[in-house]
């Protein structure tokens, strides 16, 4: 069993910045790769980024790429998202997941998810 806690999310403006981390109870965290996943309200839920186990290998959803970066720490058992440059339309709940499955670039493939942290951004 996995337990995720997302933290630092807020009010931001277009064109600033914001970090998200997701501390994960577990032992066994350098096992799973890790993502973010977002909805936005009325919208089914989208893929952000991911990060393997051992962290150099990321993937991105095509919107973020060249402005959100995910990182992760193990020795912490926690992961980032730095969002820069945001536009109004990054606002939604980000979620952070786990999965046992590589390369894992669909919501349906994490198996433990946080609650969810808002992220709105102002025009």
């Known amino acids: 069993q996995v337990q995720l806690v997302e933290s630092g999310g807020g009010l931001a403006q277009a064109g600033g910045s914001l970090r998200l981390a997701c501390k994960a109870s577990?032992?066994?965290?350098?096992?799973?790769?890790m993502g973010w996943i977002r909805q936005a309200a009325g919208k089914e839920r989208e893929f952000v980024a991911a990060?393997?186990?051992?962290?150099?290998?990321?993937y991105y959803a095509d919107f973020v790429k060249g402005r959100f970066t995910i990182t992760r720490d193990n020795a912490k058992n926690t992961v980032y998202l730095q969002m820069n440059s945001l536009k109004p339309e990054d606002t939604a709940v980000y979620y952070c997941?786990?999965?046992?499955?590589?390369?894992?670039?669909?919501?349906?493939?994490?198996?433990?998810w946080g609650q969810g942290t808002q992220v709105t951004v102002s025009s």
């Open positions: 990060i393997s186990r051992s962290g150099p290998n990321t």
């Open positions: 997941a786990a999965t046992s499955v590589p390369r894992s670039t669909t919501s349906h493939m994490y198996d433990y």
């Open positions: 577990t032992y066994t965290f350098s096992s799973y790769d």
